[in-house]
């Protein structure tokens, strides 16, 4: 059973178009909805796929804390035995995801993250990707480019190595310190590079979350 996850905040105007896209591959499709305050659970609701399931936190809580709903909800109560996770905003083009999956499975991989074309990013963007990747290899050993990408698919079985902390992108953080302490079978595919003249996604990363990334790279370091 592959289930998409996909965290939602405040993303009425753009996540019909990429539930429309997701490949037949994947055979569930759950969209979190992180306590948005605009029409998000209904437009998704309004979209007719049998594949769709919608659940809701009551307030807005962090892209992480979605992430880590949708994924334990993938498991306990749709039977997940791969995950894929992905944005809500479109900044990942959802075909993408079938390459990823054979991949995932022709190499008997544990994860397979999507690799932006980091070249066609602003300069403070991609300063900041490249920044964290150099944080997360001291951190665990792990050798990444692209540090922020959500396109990710993996095993579910990977789950007992995650410690899936984090309530904001710290999640996304310690999910690759954890990844590459546990020496995990991970690859990395080029995928279409979407980059939007303004930040497309309502997730913002607040100064609380970008000190909580900080922690989780300092306790990582010093645990080594």
Known sequence: MIVAVIPAYNEASRIASVLRAIPQRIDRILVVNDGSTDATASVVANVSDPRIVLVSHEHNRGMGAALRTGILYAVSKLDATVIVTLDADGEHDPIEFVKILNHLSRHDLDLVCGERDLTRMPFGRRLSVLTMAALIRLASGLVVRDSQSGARAFNASLLRRLSLSGDGYEFTTRF????????????????????????????????????????????????L
């Open 176 to 223: 690759l310190i954890d990844v590459g302490k546990a020496k995990s079978r991970i690859a990395f595919m080029r995928i279409k590079t979407v980059i939007p003249d303004r930040r497309m996604t309502q997730y913002r990363r607040a100064p609380s979350s970008i000190v909580a990334v900080i922690r989780e790279l300092i306790g990582s370091s010093i645990q």
